[in-house]
């Protein structure tokens, strides 16, 4: 366990401490509760780190650093968060490292950078999580749980300093398409395709070729011919007999392709705390709040230099 200079019974409830770096993982557009708590408890167990144990957002983020109001004079709630950093033995090109966990049933307010681009921020009400790698500063805010002499840390904001982009499932990220001229109206979203039972004509499945990584489909025979005109009759000695134009063959649909399967909400926590626990490491001393308890406390002033819009 890493010695600190300044514990948690030394610092003051009620203080702001902003911190930048970029996103290395993040649930915060919801809370972490129920049976998936449990099972991200489990998770942390099993990886040498504590469990949280109550319903939370939490947040890492990678090179990280202490945004003191003035850096001459550091408070202790500033030097308290700075030296509560980590270093990743197993991603040391991420440098310094902080993470929290932070209890309650509030979830932080996220700002991003207002359309009008004059440098004032709008509150971010998408409901989406953010991607990992953007520009941020978590500002945190010290509190004191109740029946506990020691402080805590709550997530109270999140300030993206960048264009916003969100963690997208399997899908295809919209800067990129942004980024060959292709801008959608809105987020897409999976459309499930009829199930071959209740499709009135059954479908007959069309094989695929595979060239240079990428799948088309598989050629199909050229059809006959087809004479659309009825033959000459044929003359007899007794009758006059006329040959009937052979039946026009319809080649059947191919059938829709099957939807690309969609991760899961468990599968899709345990696969983001697999990427925290690689970041934070067992038995690594995070920015875990150091006691537990509600949250209390107005919320934090705002950031110099920060103005938000509605």
């Given at each position: 366990?890493?010695?600190?200079?300044?514990?948690?019974?030394?610092?003051?409830?009620?203080?702001n401490?902003?911190?930048?770096?970029?996103?290395?993982f993040a649930?915060?557009?919801?809370?972490?509760?129920?049976?998936?708590?449990?099972?991200?408890?489990q998770?942390?167990?099993?990886?040498g780190?504590n469990?949280?144990?109550?319903?939370?957002?939490t947040?890492?983020i990678?090179?990280?650093?202490?945004?003191?109001?003035d850096p001459n004079?550091?408070t202790l709630e500033?030097?308290?968060v700075?030296?509560?950093r980590?270093d990743?033995?197993?991603?040391?090109?991420?440098?310094?490292?902080?993470?929290?966990d932070s209890k309650?049933?509030?979830l932080?307010?996220?700002v991003?950078?207002s359309s009008?681009?004059?440098?004032t921020?709008?509150?971010?009400?998408s409901?989406?999580?953010l991607a990992?790698?953007?520009d941020?500063t978590l500002?945190?805010?010290?509190y004191k749980?109740?029946?506990f002499?020691?402080?805590?840390?709550?997530?109270e904001q999140?300030?993206?300093?960048?264009a916003p982009?969100?963690y997208n499932?399997?899908g295809?990220d919209?800067a990129?398409?942004?980024?060959?001229?292709i801008?959608?109206?809105?987020?897409p979203?999976p459309?499930q395709?009829?199930?071959?039972s209740?499709?009135?004509?059954?479908?007959?499945?069309?094989?695929?070729?595979?060239?240079?990584?990428l799948?088309?489909p598989?050629?199909?025979?050229?059809?006959?011919?087809v004479a659309?005109?009825?033959?000459a009759?044929?003359q007899t000695?007794?009758?006059t007999?006329?040959?009937?134009?052979?039946?026009?063959?319809?080649?059947a649909?191919?059938?829709?392709?099957?939807p690309a399967?969609?991760?899961t909400?468990?599968?899709?926590?345990a696969?983001l705390?697999?990427?925290?626990a690689?970041?934070k490491?067992?038995?690594?001393?995070?920015?875990?709040?150091?006691?537990?308890g509600p949250?209390?406390?107005?919320?934090?002033?705002?950031?110099a230099?920060i103005?938000?819009q509605?």
């Open positions: 366990m890493a010695n600190y200079s300044i514990s948690a019974s030394e610092i003051t409830e009620g203080k401490v902003f911190i930048r770096g970029k996103l290395g649930v915060l557009a919801r809370l972490i509760e129920g049976a998936e708590l449990a099972a991200s408890d998770r942390r167990t099993k990886n780190m469990p949280v144990g109550k319903p939370h957002t947040a890492t990678i090179h990280a650093e202490v945004q003191f109001a004079n550091p500033e030097q308290f700075s030296e509560r980590y990743s033995p197993k991603r040391p090109e991420t440098g310094p490292n902080y993470a929290i309650g049933s509030t932080p307010v996220i991003i950078p009008k681009g004059d440098g921020y709008d509150q971010d009400e409901g989406r999580e990992q790698g953007l941020v500002v945190l805010r010290t749980p109740q029946n002499n020691n402080r805590g840390l709550a997530l999140v300030i993206v300093h960048e982009r969100y499932a399997g295809i919209q990129e398409l942004a980024a060959r001229g801008v959608l109206n809105g987020t979203r459309v395709a009829t199930p071959a209740a499709a009135p004509v059954a479908a007959v499945p069309v094989a695929t070729e595979v060239e240079d990584g799948s088309f598989a050629p199909q025979p050229a059809s006959a011919p659309v005109a009825a033959q009759p044929v000695a007794q009758a007999v006329a040959v009937a134009p052979a039946p026009v063959a319809v080649p649909a191919a059938p829709a392709p099957a399967r969609q991760e909400l468990e599968e899709k926590l696969r705390e697999a990427e925290n690689s970041l490491d067992a038995g690594s001393a995070v920015g875990s709040p150091v006691a537990t949250w209390n406390g107005s919320g934090p002033a705002q950031q230099g103005t938000y509605g």
